[in-house]
């Protein structure tokens, strides 16, 4: 078998492939200093098996991959192949040539190949053994490694012959085998000990599986209680959707056609009202002809009136004439008679002649005056009718203006009445809708804090949770932390404990005798000089070096009992061991007692102070440390020395020993081997360190276990915080939606209302300003009235005037007459004598032409008499045609009046059915809304149900449901008892039944093995 060549690429230096192929004759490999001659070397040694970078000049992995330089980049891998000429089967492999490949990557992958086949690092190590090849082999040999092998203990030179004496695989086996052995050894402990903690945990782990499959058995019922409890629910929900959606659908029908209805009538509405406006247009046309034609007739019917009375005046006048004609001619007649006899009253005449003259004088002018006054009393009275001719028009006008305000007003008080009702159910909408309204502020302010205490709670449950969170991370961090630690110091602790109990570093023969244990000497063997004292702290490495093997010395009782032990090492050739026999070893006095003053005062002490050992043993630690001073350094050891005169070992704490007579031992320990006190005290250190680390551990384990508690239940208050947020936030937006319904809804009655307000107003400004006007109408009626009264009063007064003077004056004429006659006669009588009969003739001219001028004026009175008949037969054909006039009129009116009831009461009937479907309408719309509120509850309901079912039970929940599923008789307190019952059953841990099974199936495993084992 030799070397045929060797493939390297990406290790080191060699960033390209190369193939360096050694054929026969080839000795060395020559080259400057930075060649890469020794990463040859490293490389031979690595595609090996070396896996100690420090051997190979390395410290870490990524130090044997070409790093790259300024013109090349790195590399991701090292790859090493080593091929082997095995013509001559050195090597176990059916092969002539076997190449032997190592490649490692940047991320830490490694792989072993032998002819291109996978395998593990240890089978190639095997494949060297008893070859000279290998990385404890001495094939390669770096520099300074001469050195050390000459420098090596006998014990320690021994591996090199064994490697040449091709005995290394068997000893690599039994080492193999040994330290599987320990293993089982160890694992038997581990097991026991594990198995003892196992089966400490099995119990309450049973107690929280059984716990955990009642907790999970009542989940299943609830669910399948809940599931098919919420799928009976949500098709009842479905169902009741579905019918209220066509009742929604129906009334939305209903709605467009109650609108369209509402609309026609809107317009039938406006339709009738210019209808009855045109007709009270016509009407008060009508009213107003009516008035006119009615002072029309009034004025005829007073010029009837006047003409009858000036009618009854002339026949009167007549009467008077007739009369007075007749008396006339009476008296004619007895001035006949007179005359006859005049010649008889001659005498007498003169003096009644005087008096005569007198008296008719005087009623000559009383009769004048009376002729003025009746005509003044005549005008005035025809003024005075006049007069009372216009109150009447004035009057019928007023009373024609007072029937159509009466009218108008009626009118208006039936609409004040019918805007009053509307006000009234206007007034109960709105105080309904405040209180709807008021409700729903009081609730949304509710919801309001309690949201604003929800979201408060739930930012501090947040934050409360980010703060736990952080701790449990923290505290995690120190629990990984502290389990690394507790690895490490467990794996140095079981290293060393190992080293301790396989008594590595000791010597054969002491090794090979703390083994033993059926030889009899064996319990009187009380251990090694280091199993029996125990160095104060730091004092260790001092000792170490000033006791140097005598702390491999092995303490016996007895020196019978040495020789024994002596004798089984030399039976058994295990090597030779040095005793220190109880019997024989006396304590000797302190060599130091003398000098201790001048230890203190350099700070160092007496070796034996730094020593805690039992009271039995006094004498052996004498026997090794008397004499012996630890010092803190060499230079105070060096004066130490001096000032003694050399007679003691002085020794350091850091290893530096002057021997008596002056000697000086010092130098670098690094690489010594730890000593037997240095690993007991570091034992003892360390298994402090554990157990303080296990109780920090614990108590960190027991705070993260705390603070996971704490965050689940945090985390449930928040999530219960959040879905109580949603609920809240989903009821204020109903709220707000049914509010601002409410407030629209206010909003339009507030706007009607103040609409039929302003209507009201308006009634009741108009109605105000009618009654006003009727006020005032009535009042100059009543004024015109008491004036029509008054002038009748006069009127009657003036004609009771005019008939007393006109019978005063008739009377006057006739005294005149009959004073005139006397005169006459006494005339007649005074002249008679001297005229006689001219004067009677004389007086009945004067009678005559007196009868002639009463004849005239009479035929004259007759005339105005037949034209006074002709104008009243005119004015009374004129009052009829006017009545017959005023009476089509009024009938036409009454008809009109009969038209505006008819349209006002077809506007009555059209307006309340118009608010009838008005009403209707808003129910409609109230009710649709109540509806839709109705179908978005049971749609919202159906979705958390679903969402609820989904989020609890996953999307597949449908497939839990049973086909002949009952429904208990109260499934809501069924799922409120399941609910309450897991609740009281919480905590839970659902993993104690897998925990369980598994740590019973891994007591039993341990149980199995510890029983193979053992």
């Given at each position: 078998m030799h070397l045929k060549r060797l493939e390297i690429h990406g290790f080191k230096s060699f960033a390209d492939r190369i193939t360096l192929s050694f054929q026969k004759g080839i000795t060395a490999i020559v080259g400057p200093n930075g060649s890469g001659k020794s990463n040859i070397a490293d490389s031979l040694c690595w595609v090996m098996g070396e896996h100690n970078l420090r051997n190979i000049r390395g410290a870490k992995l990524e130090d044997i991959i070409f790093s790259g330089s300024e013109e090349r980049k790195p590399l991701g891998m090292a790859d090493v192949t080593l091929v082997l000429d095995n013509s001559d089967q050195t090597l176990p492999l059916d092969y002539s040539e076997v190449a032997v490949t190592r490649r490692v990557y940047r991320s830490g992958e490694s792989e072993f190949l032998i002819n291109r086949s996978p395998v593990r690092l240890k089978d190639i190590q095997e494949l060297f053994f008893d070859t000279g090849l290998g990385r404890e082999a001495y094939s390669v040999i770096s520099q300074g490694k001469i050195d050390s092998i000459l420098s090596l203990r006998p014990e320690e030179r021994r591996s090199v012959f064994e490697e040449a004496a091709g005995i290394m695989r068997y000893k690599a086996k039994k080492n193999l085998t040994l330290k599987k052995l320990a293993e089982t050894e160890n694992n038997i402990l581990r097991i026991q000990d594990l198995l003892q903690e196992l089966v400490t945990q099995l119990e309450p782990l049973s107690e929280q599986a059984q716990k955990a499959e009642r907790y999970l058995k009542l989940q299943d019922q609830l669910k399948q209680l809940e599931i098919n409890y919420s799928y009976t629910e949500l098709t009842g929900i479905n169902q009741t959707l579905k019918e209220l959606i066509e009742q929604q659908n129906l009334k939305n029908n209903e709605l467009l056609r109650l609108k369209e209805e509402e609309e026609n009538l809107s317009q039938r509405v406006i339709s009738i009202k210019s209808r009855v406006n045109t007709v009270e247009e016509e009407l008060e046309v009508r009213q107003k002809q009516l008035m006119e034609e009615t002072a029309q007739r009034e004025r005829a019917m007073g010029e009837l009136n006047l003409f009858g009375e000036r009618k009854r005046s002339l026949q009167t006048r007549i009467l008077e004439l007739e009369a007075f004609i007749a008396q006339q001619a009476e008296k004619a007649m007895d001035l006949e008679k007179k005359k006859e006899n005049l010649s008889q009253l001659t005498t007498n005449i003169d003096e009644k002649k005087t008096r005569l003259a007198s008296e008719v004088k005087q009623l000559e002018e009383v009769l004048l005056v009376k002729e003025v006054k009746i005509k003044e009393f005549r005008a005035e009275l025809i003024a005075k009718k006049q007069c009372f001719t216009n109150k009447l028009e004035q009057s019928s006008l007023l009373k024609q203006k007072i029937s159509e305000a009466s009218v108008q007003k009626d009118f208006r008080h039936e609409k004040e009445t019918e805007v009053h009702e509307e006000l009234e159910e206007i007034a109960k909408e709105l105080a309904v809708t405040d209180q709807r309204i008021y409700k729903a502020k009081d609730k949304l302010n509710a919801l309001r804090q309690q949201l604003d205490v929800v979201k408060n709670q739930e930012e501090k449950l947040a934050a409360e949770l980010k703060k736990r969170q952080s701790y449990l991370l923290n505290q995690v961090e120190k629990n990984q932390e502290m389990r690394e630690r507790l690895r490490g110091l467990e794996s140095k602790l079981t290293l060393l404990t190992d080293m301790e109990r396989g008594h590595q570093g000791y010597f054969q023969g002491v090794k090979s005798l703390l083994e033993i244990q059926k030889e009899p000497f064996r319990r009187e063997i009380h251990g090694v000089v280091a199993d029996l004292i125990r160095a104060e702290s730091g004092y260790e490495l001092a000792l170490e070096v000033a006791m140097g093997s005598s702390l491999q010395y092995l303490v016996i009782n007895h020196h019978r009992d040495a020789r024994q032990a002596?004798?089984?090492?030399?039976?058994?050739?295990?090597?030779?061991?040095?005793?220190?026999?109880?019997?024989?070893?006396?304590?000797?006095?302190?060599?130091?007692?003398?000098?201790?003053?001048?230890?203190?005062?350099?700070?160092?002490?007496?070796?034996?102070?730094?020593?805690?050992?039992?009271?039995?043993?006094?004498?052996?630690?004498?026997?090794?440390?008397?004499?012996?001073?630890?010092?803190?350094?060499?230079?105070?050891?060096?004066?130490?020395?001096?000032?003694?005169?050399?007679?003691?070992?002085?020794?350091?704490?850091?290893?530096?020993?002057?021997?008596?007579?002056?000697?000086?031992?010092?130098?670098?320990?690094?690489?010594?081997?730890?000593?037997?006190?240095?690993?007991?005290?570091?034992?003892?250190?360390?298994?402090?360190?554990?157990?303080?680390?296990?109780?920090?551990?614990?108590?960190?384990?027991?705070?993260?276990?705390?603070?996971?508690?704490?965050?689940?239940?945090?985390?449930?208050?928040?999530?219960?915080?959040?879905?109580?947020?949603?609920?809240?936030?989903?009821?204020?937006?109903?709220?707000?939606?049914?509010?601002?319904?409410?407030?629209?809804?206010?909003?339009?009655?507030?706007?009607?209302?103040?609409?039929?307000?302003?209507?009201?107003?308006?009634?009741?400004?108009?109605?105000?300003?009618?009654?006003?006007?009727?006020?005032?109408?009535?009042?100059?009626?009543?004024?015109?009235?008491?004036?029509?009264?008054?002038?009748?009063?006069?009127?009657?007064?003036?004609?009771?005037?005019?008939?007393?003077?006109?019978?005063?004056?008739?009377?006057?004429?006739?005294?005149?007459?009959?004073?005139?006659?006397?005169?006459?006669?006494?005339?007649?009588?005074?002249?008679?004598?001297?005229?006689?009969?001219?004067?009677?003739?004389?007086?009945?001219?004067?009678?005559?032409?007196?009868?002639?001028?009463?004849?005239?004026?009479?035929?004259?009175?007759?005339?105005?008499?037949?034209?006074?008949?002709?104008?009243?037969?005119?004015?009374?054909?004129?009052?009829?045609?006017?009545?017959?006039?005023?009476?089509?009129?009024?009938?036409?009116?009454?008809?009109?009046?009969?038209?505006?009831?008819?349209?006002?009461?077809?506007?009555?009937?059209?307006?309340v059915r118009l608010r009838e479907i008005q009403k209707q309408h808003g129910e409609e719309v109230a009710f649709l809304h109540r509806l839709d509120l109705q179908i978005n509850r049971l749609k919202i309901s159906a979705d958390n149900m679903s969402t609820n079912l989904i989020e609890v039970y996953g999307e597949g929940w449908q497939q839990e449901l049973s086909i002949n599923w009952v429904a208990p008789s109260n499934p809501k307190h069924e799922i409120t008892c399941f609910k309450r019952q897991m609740k009281e059953i919480e905590p839970v841990n659902l993993q104690a039944i897998a925990e369980y099974q598994a740590l019973k199936e891994r007591v039993d495993f341990l149980s199995q093995q510890l029983t193979d084992l053992t």
């Open positions: 002596i004798d089984y090492l030399k039976k058994h050739a295990l090597g030779r061991a040095t005793f220190l026999p109880l019997n024989l070893i006396d304590e000797k006095p302190d060599r130091l007692l003398g000098i201790k003053s001048l230890l203190m005062e350099y700070n160092s002490k007496p070796a034996t102070d730094a020593v805690l050992y039992e009271q039995r043993y006094s004498a052996i630690v004498q026997h090794l440390l008397n004499g012996t001073i630890i010092a803190p350094n060499l230079k105070t050891a060096v004066e130490i020395a001096e000032k003694t005169g050399k007679k003691f070992r002085v020794v350091t704490l850091e290893g530096e020993l002057i021997a008596p007579g002056g000697a000086i031992t010092g130098g670098n320990l690094e690489r010594r081997r730890a000593g037997l006190l240095s690993r007991k005290g570091e034992i003892t250190q360390l298994k402090r360190e554990k157990e303080d680390l296990l109780a920090f551990m614990n108590r960190g384990l027991a705070e993260e276990k705390k603070l996971e508690e704490e965050i689940r239940e945090i985390s449930q208050l928040h999530e219960e915080k959040k879905n109580l947020q949603q609920e809240t936030n989903f009821n204020i937006n109903s709220v707000l939606k049914d509010m601002d319904a409410l407030v629209v809804s206010h909003q339009k009655t507030l706007t009607k209302k103040e609409q039929l307000q302003q209507v009201l107003l308006r009634i009741e400004e108009e109605l105000s300003l009618q009654k006003s006007a009727v006020d005032n109408l009535r009042d100059k009626l009543k004024q015109v009235e008491a004036e029509m009264e008054f002038i009748t009063g006069e009127i009657k007064a003036l004609e009771e005037w005019e008939t007393n003077f006109i019978t005063e004056r008739e009377t006057t004429l006739r005294e005149l007459s009959d004073l005139s006659s006397q005169l006459a006669g006494v005339q007649q009588e005074w002249l008679g004598k001297r005229e006689n009969l001219q004067n009677y003739g004389n007086l009945i001219g004067e009678l005559q032409t007196e009868i002639n001028k009463k004849n005239s004026e009479l035929a004259q009175t007759q005339e105005e008499m037949q034209i006074l008949q002709k104008q009243k037969d005119m004015m009374e054909s004129k009052v009829k045609n006017t009545t017959k006039n005023q009476a089509e009129q009024e009938a036409d009116i009454q008809k009109l009046k009969s038209c505006w009831q008819e349209a006002l009461s077809t506007l009555n009937q059209t307006e």
